[in-house]
């Protein structure tokens, strides 16, 4: 693959504004998607139909959203973040536009499951893999501040969401929620290219296989890699998904349940920001906090049925929120530690579709051995195990025991290395 | 044996503290067993302080056949005259009477009024008095429950089909019945009739559903969802909201129109600072100035 002499990162200026990007990026897919529960529930009552069909709106859309990476990163390696992000967010508030005249539970698959996850797919990847370019030495913090976007925008969507779907329905609110949902055309804008992407290709097939940084599934730090993150995707989920249910068993009310989340997001929030730019500041390797923090979930979640009472279980659940919040940034960023910001782009796309296999039966796979054991018990003993298990795999990497790496002089020492 | 007490207690003049209490005894609706269980038996306090002044009032929610017991009981200390009359009056029309000597050492009285209600002519209010040289009394007005319909508007569109729903779950009614506002007047909607504009689901059980189709400007107002007991009816309204789709269209064409604006500024500023050097910046700052202009005409 043709070595390209890429213009060094600013870690600063116009990064900035990229990092607000990312931000608003941040906020309009996932914290639209967390928010999304306040139509799910307007659309049961609509179409009338069982919770487990309407979920299936949402799931799709997540699923393409992932599945969609590679395609995603291939697109903005060819032609540039910029163009790609706006196109995605154009097609993410078309999807919900033509969601606002479904007629059939089908029309919401197609339109917010296929178009808008689609569009969503398209904005994500690009996004955070900009925000790594533009960066260096604050490479990990610029992501935490991009990724709590998340955070901070499902708390104001839930009761806008809500306040929308009182004054115009459902169908009136999806349309001012797509339009909100526009702005990701201005954010992609922001993304303004460092430098020509690279052009010159020897053949089709050379060209094509470059485009989705296929070699790097023969790149054995980045299986490695990509494979923690498949065992940490099924169980990260589980909380999300079984927490409040298992509240609710252990005989808290609905509100009581209710708020251990909202902690547990205001937790995660506080995860990627502080972690991030403690990250930056200590001369830590990045993959050696990301086993550290990778570890710490696991075992809060390991520890989670040992919440008896109200206050221990909402301590776990804090916990939980903020080292989850924190793999966040140094997921991303320890891919582009190990792989180079070179092919970052193509290498979060690959690595999102990977993890989805691990995300796809993480929630099913908990669901089961509730359903089996009678309790959530063993669903977050496995989930924590799965993590820990996860982190146990990052001491594998290549020269994992090294205590510092030239985080400056890595792009050109990794591609060297690595291209084995 | 299912018994509810409710105490109202009332400080009367002087001395005279009243306190007036009805006990609901359930039994079985065909009369058939006077059997008290008393392993069901449960109480529900409720107490109220007030002065002579105020009435003292307690609804009583009544749906289907069923033996009450309504009972008043004054206590207190007492220097007056020597008898007190004490009277059950059912609206204005009195139906129980009775003379009672005041023993200086009583300290409680009491009056009980059975009845035993089979139709909705014996759904009023039943007042208890205590009369000397003063007046007290309580008043309990026996009721059909109260059907809530919903607070807020239900919203929907031009052609759009809307499902209003109303619930009974404590108390389930024989059938319901849906009307329609027409002017100051309330129309019975028939499904039958109109099948292809209304759809009427479950009209007997607890929830009631009226789907109307095709919806235009004039299905825009309140309707009522009426709950037929055996001993009365009552009803909830629920209002509902035609709209167009104009009507959200408005602030998704404000946010489209940020957008654009927001994109041709980033990529303005892009240009002008990328010919900073160039003369040609002043050109293009003009260029913005004139763009942000044009698009501001359009909005307003």
Redesign the interface.
Known sequence: MADVTRPKPPDGGWGWMVVLAGFLQSALVFGVIRSFGVFFVEFVGYFGELSGKVSWVTSIGIAVLQLGGPVSSALSTQYGARPVVMAGGFLSGLGMLLASFASSLTHLYLSIGLLSGLGWALVFTPSVASVAQYFTKRRTFATGLAVSGAGLASFAFSPLFQLLVDTYAWRGALMVVAGVSFNLVAAGALLRPLGEPSSDVASPWSALSSLFQSHLLCHRPFLLFATTFILVDTGYYVPYVHLVPHARELGFNEYQAAFLMSSAAVADLFGRVVVSWLADRLAVRLVHSLTLWTFLTGLSMVLLPLGGSYPILMGLALCYGFCAGALVPLQFCGLAEIIGTGRVMGGIGLMQMMESSGSLVGAPLSGWLRDITGDYTASFIVAGAFLIAGSFLLFTLPNYFSCSVNSTAEEETTEDRFLA | MKSKRFILSLSGSRDLLFICFFSLQKLSIHNQSFLFDYANFYTENILVNRFSSDPVEEKVIVDSPVNIELSCSLTGTYTGSATIVMMWKKDNETVKISNVPVNATRNVLNTQYNLNIRDRNQMRSYTCTFQSEKEVKATFHLQVPQIEGKE?HV???VG?SV?LVCKSVKYIPVSWIWYMSNGSDQVAINDSLMPDKYIVKGKYGNTTKLKILKLSDKDDGSYWCQAVFKLGESKGKVSLKV?T?M???K??????A??II??TI??LY?MYSKKKQMHAGKISLALLITLIAFFYTIIC
């Open positions: 807020h919203v929907s569109y759009d499902v709209l789709y009507v959200p269209l602030p998704f064409l404000v946010i489209a940020e957008v927001v994109v980033i990529f892009e």
